[in-house]
Every structure is written in C-alpha cells, then in structure tokens.
C-alpha cells in the first residue's frame, strides 16, 4: 500500500494511527497467485456456509426439537448474534497473532459447534450450539482481509471481489444443499457433514496457507478500542457499514421468511423445490467480482447507488402476479436473484473502501464493518419470523423495505457532504 493511499484516505477520515505501518505479512511483495485466490474463496464459501444450512431446515428443526413458530427466527438470529460475537472479539485477534494458526483454531470451535447441533435434543442446546456456529464461521472474516493483504491496491477491488464470490455461493448454496440433504436423509445429517468437511479444511489451511505474522502487536483491549475509535472517527468506515447494515437486514429477512412462505399453501413446496429456489437465488452471487471490478475502475458511488436501489425494488417486485402462480413463482426467483445481486455488489464496494483505509488495522476495520451489518441481519431475522407469524408475506417484505430505504436516505447525505473515497493508485 503506498503511503498516499494509506495516510491520506486514514487522515482525511479522521484516523490516521497505524496507517503507514507495513501490513501484517511479508508476503504482500510476492506475486498474487490464482490458485490461492480460488483457495481462498473456497474456504471462505465452506465457512459461510455453516451459518445458513439451518435457514431453510427452520420448520424441521422447530417441529422435532419443540420449538414454537413465532421463535422459530431464533435459529437463524443466534447463528447470526454468534457471528456478531466473533467479529468483535475474535476477528481483532487477526491483528495480533500469527493468523494461520487463528484460523485453524476458530475453525476448529465452528467444528465442535456443528457437531453439538447435529446431536442436540432440546431447543435450548441447539440455539446454544448455533451461536457457537456462528463465533467459529468468523474464520471467514480472517481470511478476507488475509486476501488483501496479498494484492496491490490496483487491483485489491479485483482480488477481494474474487474471493467474496466465493464465501456469497457459500452462503447461497448452503441452503438447497441443506433442503436437498434434509429431503433425502434428516437435517441432522447437514450438520454431521459440515463437521466432516471443517476437519478436513483444517488440514488443507495448514498445508496451503503462508504464515502471516503482524509487525505491530497492540494489547488486546488496546484493538477492541481502537475498533470503537474506527467506527467514530471513518466516515468511510461509517458509511459502508451502516449502508450494509440496511440491506443485510432486509437480506436476511426475506431469506427467513420465504422458505415459510413456499411451504405454505400457497405453493406447498417441499424441501427439494424450497432448494431448488434458493439455488436459483445463488445467482446473484455473481455481483462479487463486477461489483470489485467497478471500484477499481473508481465507480463505487453510482454502483451503490444501483446496488441499494435494487433491495427494495426486489421485495416490491415479489408480489407481482396472483400468489401461489407459476408466474409469481418466476417472480418470485427474480426478486431473490435481484436482492442477492444488490447484497453482494454492495459488500464488495465496501470492503473495496474500508481495505484501503490502513493495513496495519485490516483486521480491526473488517471486524467492526461486519459486525454492524450482521447485527442488523440478526434483527432482520427475528423481526422476519414475527411479521410472517403476524402478517404473512405482505407485512414481511413491508417491514423488509424499510430498512434499505433508511440506508438509501442515508446514502443521500453524500450529495450534501461527499465522501473522500479511496482511489487506486
């Protein structure tokens, strides 16, 4: 990272400390290699998988584990809480211990996690392992900033988009991979696979990945307040977050709420056609890498602009046509197809921004940025299980417009105050 870059963009934010220190690794001077970028974003899809194969299995798992409808949003809500968690006081740890062995060690709790919900009996176990399941999946939040470390800044939009890609499938084909196990065996057997499939990329991390060690070791309580210093003082940082933070919520939300929908008698899906949608949903996760490719290209405010814009109008576009019709089903793929889009090309732009902040800090501005965003979707999720229990889908998507029409206003106030944002070099 050139020193311009770095000092400029952090001073001009408000927050300047650590900016001109080297990043955390020797390693960022070698050449970026394809095939540990696709490594990379593999292991980031695995991880973020974990945090959604129970997303679609809520009815399942509510009627075996006696869980009621109106807390059945609390198994997803407290994988996210966990995550939340994890991204405040795990994720900061990036910035102070050698991260390869982190990872493994994070990884290995999500392991302990997925196993403990494969075995539980009693709603209380289950909901007590998923936060868990969250706390581990935040590995992926360690990864991430590990890819930036490795490129330029040239072509950092490029290489973060290419590796978000892969974690955005994860979190989308986790759910008819989960619908498609269930249907063919229990959602037990999802859970057991995953434990399966956490221990062996435990050993491939240990084998693929260089050792990358910070330069710079702040005391732990030193990081988790400079995370709250970040927040204040970047407006960039601010920004990004709470606009992520609003289309997060409505994400989470509809993904909560429509696989009780197509359930329901109005389509009275099983869980092959609820996967069957949720695989077309995963679509959208193609927006990663244009979404990194236009902030290169020093487009990142009216690729937001598009990228919010398009939540709203994707839960808007869902009751178009009779309900329970083939063609509200189309419909109803291509407002999820269009809402995943504007999610994923609107992360990729933030992240773009936030790296660009400081490498001596990557891990601590990643952690705050995420954390925000997956609060909201924790909210999003709770409130998503209550407004269907109360008002169907009618009250879920009004409630779920909300909050990107807050972001959008938010978004707005760039036209009075303009954002400095980080350029390439």
Same mark, same amino acid.
């Given at each position: 990272?050139?020193?311009?870059?770095?000092?400029?963009?952090?001073?001009?934010?408000?927050?300047?400390?650590?900016?001109?220190?080297?990043?955390?690794?020797?390693?960022?001077?070698?050449?970026?290699?394809?095939?540990?970028?696709?490594?990379?974003?593999?292991?980031?899809?695995?991880?973020?998988?974990?945090?959604?194969?129970?997303?679609?299995?809520?009815?399942?798992?509510?009627?075996?584990?006696?869980?009621?409808?109106?807390?059945?949003?609390?198994?997803?809500?407290?994988?996210?809480?966990?995550?939340?968690?994890?991204?405040?006081?795990?994720?900061?740890?990036?910035?102070?211990?050698?991260?390869?062995?982190?990872?493994?060690?994070?990884?290995?709790?999500?392991?302990?996690?997925?196993?403990?919900?494969?075995?539980?009996?009693?709603?209380?176990?289950?909901?007590?392992?998923?936060?868990?399941?969250?706390?581990?999946?935040?590995?992926?939040?360690?990864?991430?900033?590990?890819?930036?470390?490795?490129?330029?800044?040239?072509?950092?939009?490029?290489?973060?988009?290419?590796?978000?890609?892969?974690?955005?499938?994860?979190?989308?084909?986790?759910?008819?991979?989960?619908?498609?196990?269930?249907?063919?065996?229990?959602?037990?057997?999802?859970?057991?696979?995953?434990?399966?499939?956490?221990?062996?990329?435990?050993?491939?991390?240990?084998?693929?990945?260089?050792?990358?060690?910070?330069?710079?070791?702040?005391?732990?309580?030193?990081?988790?307040?400079?995370?709250?210093?970040?927040?204040?003082?970047?407006?960039?940082?601010?920004?990004?977050?709470?606009?992520?933070?609003?289309?997060?919520?409505?994400?989470?939300?509809?993904?909560?709420?429509?696989?009780?929908?197509?359930?329901?008698?109005?389509?009275?899906?099983?869980?092959?056609?609820?996967?069957?949608?949720? /695989?077309?949903? =995963?679509? &959208? !996760? $193609?927006?990663?890498?244009? #979404?990194?490719?236009?902030?290169?290209?020093?487009?990142? %405010? @009216?690729?937001?602009?598009?990228?919010?814009?398009?939540?709203?109008?994707?839960?808007?576009?869902?009751?178009?046509?009779?309900?329970?019709?083939?063609?509200?089903?189309?419909?109803?793929?291509?407002?999820?197809?269009?809402?995943?889009?504007?999610?994923?090309?609107?992360?990729?732009?933030?992240?773009?921004?936030?790296?660009?902040?400081?490498?001596?800090?990557?891990?601590?501005?990643?952690?705050?940025?995420?954390?925000?965003?997956?609060?909201?979707?924790?909210?999003?999720?709770?409130?998503?299980?209550?407004?269907?229990?109360?008002?169907?889908?009618? /009250?879920?998507? =009004?409630? &779920? !417009? $909300?909050?990107?029409?807050? #972001?959008?206003?938010?978004?707005?106030?760039?036209?009075? %105050? @303009?954002?400095?944002?980080?350029?390439?070099?």
């Amino acid at each position: 990272m050139s020193s311009r870059t770095a000092n400029g963009d952090a001073d001009r934010d408000g927050d300047a400390q650590g900016a001109s220190s080297p990043a955390t690794s020797k390693m960022e001077a070698k050449p970026v290699s394809g095939w540990l970028i696709m490594f990379l974003a593999a292991a980031c899809g695995l991880i973020a998988a974990n945090l959604y194969y129970s997303q679609p299995l809520v009815g399942p798992i509510s009627a075996e584990l006696g869980l009621s409808p109106r807390a059945a949003g609390l198994i997803v809500t407290m994988t996210q809480v966990g995550y939340g968690i994890g991204l405040l006081l795990i994720v900061p740890l990036g910035d102070l211990f050698e991260n390869r062995r982190l990872i493994i060690t994070v990884i290995a709790l999500g392991g302990l996690a997925l196993l403990a919900s494969g075995l539980a009996t009693t709603p209380g176990t289950f909901l007590a392992a998923s936060l868990f399941i969250g706390i581990g999946s935040v590995a992926v939040q360690i990864l991430v900033p590990f890819a930036a470390h490795l490129a330029s800044d040239a072509t950092r939009g490029r290489i973060v988009g290419n590796v978000m890609s892969g974690l955005m499938f994860g979190i989308m084909l986790s759910r008819p991979v989960s619908s498609f196990l269930t249907e063919l065996t229990n959602w037990r057997v999802v859970f057991f696979a995953s434990t399966a499939m956490m221990v062996v990329l435990m050993i491939a991390v240990r084998l693929v990945l260089p050792v990358s060690r910070p330069h710079v070791r702040p005391h732990y309580f030193e990081l988790l307040g400079s995370m709250a210093r970040l927040m204040i003082t970047s407006r960039i940082l601010r920004h990004r977050a709470l606009y992520q933070a609003s289309l997060f919520a409505a994400f989470s939300l509809f993904w909560t709420t429509v696989p009780l929908l197509l359930a329901g008698s109005d389509f009275n899906m099983s869980q092959a056609g609820i996967a069957l949608f949720a /695989l077309a949903g =995963a679509a &959208g !996760a $193609v927006a990663a890498p244009i #979404g990194g490719r236009m902030a290169d290209r020093g487009w990142m %405010r @009216p690729a937001t602009a598009i990228a919010m814009a398009s939540v709203p109008f994707a839960l808007m576009l869902t009751h178009v046509g009779d309900m329970g019709s083939n063609f509200s089903l189309v419909v109803l793929v291509a407002g999820a197809v269009m809402l995943d889009f504007g999610l994923t090309c609107n992360m990729v732009l933030g992240q773009r921004a936030i790296f660009s902040l400081g490498a001596a800090y990557r891990n601590r501005i990643n952690g705050v940025y995420m954390a925000t965003f997956f609060a909201a979707g924790a909210v999003g999720s709770a409130l998503g299980g209550w407004a269907f229990a109360h008002g169907g889908w009618m /009250l879920s998507t =009004a409630v &779920g !417009a $909300v909050f990107p029409a807050l #972001g959008l206003l938010y978004y707005l106030s760039e036209y009075i %105050r @303009p954002l400095d944002l980080p350029k390439a070099d």
